[in-house]
């Protein structure tokens, strides 16, 4: 068996670095650092919001405002630019091994509550006053994505796994200051998000 029938075979297994960064968020005290900035690591610039009202603001947002991505809209963004570099490289593989990883890790973890996502959330919400969205059942779920097909392809495209550090710190990211580009553009090579982009933008 090569290489990639290895990799986009009909078997999947956790590698130990998505173990432990699963037990990390599951394991984490959630929240206890929000309004406060830490030393993350991560190579992205990060940027605090100014108090519960613009947290509340920039999460209520359906849609992008001028020099600010909605969190909605920051990972829909990560996550296009993974399933278009798996498309471009790896089309005829790519769709069954997205799902099926999707699937075991919903079997391993979600389904079964390991991580309450919900629980996570209202706490959150009850900190905060409102009712939100962190989106955290898909945070979860594709920083273990990333890790997993990072171990194996190179030049994968990463965003969430590369500042998940913001979450096991106690603060929460909110959206991106800055912009991405029109995706009605035909591309031929995807790129990772990048520094120059923009910056995260946390509580």
Partial sequence: MGF???????????????????????????????????????KFNVEIAHGISEVEKKLA??????????LD???????????????LHHKNEMQYTWN????????????????DFDKIQNNFNTLL?????LYLRGV?????????????????PTFLSEV???????????????KFGSHEVQVNEISAISVNDGVVNIW
């Fill in 4 to 42: 990639f029938d290895s990799l986009f075979g009909k078997k999947i297994v956790f590698t130990p670095e998505m173990k432990i960064m699963a037990e990390s968020l599951i394991e984490n005290d959630w929240f206890r650092n929000c309004g406060q900035q830490s030393d993350y690591d991560t």
């Fill in 61 to 70: 947002y359906k849609r992008d405002v001028k020099g600010f991505v909605t």
């Fill in 73 to 87: 809209n920051l990972l829909i963004e990560a996550g296009r630019r993974s399933q278009l570099f798996l498309s």
């Fill in 100 to 115: 099926r990883l999707t699937d075991v890790i919903i079997k391993e973890y979600i389904s079964n509550q390991k991580f």
């Fill in 129 to 133: 006053g409102t009712q939100t969205d």
């Fill in 140 to 156: 979860f779920i594709n920083i273990l994505k990333e890790i997993y097909f990072n171990s194996f392809i190179e030049g994968y």
């Fill in 164 to 178: 998940v550090d913001v979450y096991l710190k106690g603060n929460v990211i909110v959206g991106w200051i800055g």
